[in-house]
């Protein structure tokens, strides 16, 4: 059974940082590659950024480029998303997925994680 859990969300200021983690299990996780989507409240849930299978390929929306980075570590099953300067329009859930192929920005990917809600407040 595949999951991925999200960790680290939590209530920060404007300007802050924040890191979260995803944790998966179940899968090949070198195989995979990995992103983030987050979803405002009211909002649909929107692509933040992605990484190939072997950490060489990232992709950002604009609206994170230069402030958010991802990575990933294959020997510990584990995505990062490093988050500077934090603004209120950053919160949202942020959800972990996962595609054997690439992570596409409409959401059709293969697995999801539960999601972690971050809040910034001003």
């Known amino acids: 059974q595949v999951q991925l859990v999200e960790i680290g969300g939590g209530s920060v200021q404007t300007g802050d940082s924040l890191r979260l983690s995803c944790e998966a299990s179940?899968?090949?996780?070198?195989?995979?590659?990995m992103g983030w989507f987050r979803q405002a409240p009211g909002k649909e849930r929107v692509f933040v950024t992605a990484?190939?299978?072997?950490?060489?390929?990232?992709d950002y929306a604009d609206p994170v480029r230069a402030r958010f980075f991802i990575s990933r570590d294959n020997a510990k099953n584990t995505m990062y998303l490093q988050m500077n300067d934090l603004m209120p329009e950053d919160t949202a859930v942020y959800y972990c997925?996962?595609?054997?192929?690439?992570?596409?920005?409409?959401?059709?990917?293969?697995?999801w994680g539960q999601g972690t809600q971050v809040t910034v407040s001003s």
């Open positions: 179940g899968l090949s996780f070198s195989s995979y590659a």
């Open positions: 997925t996962a595609d054997k192929n690439f992570v596409s920005a409409d959401g059709r990917n293969d697995y």
């Open positions: 990484i190939n299978q072997n950490g060489r390929l990232t």
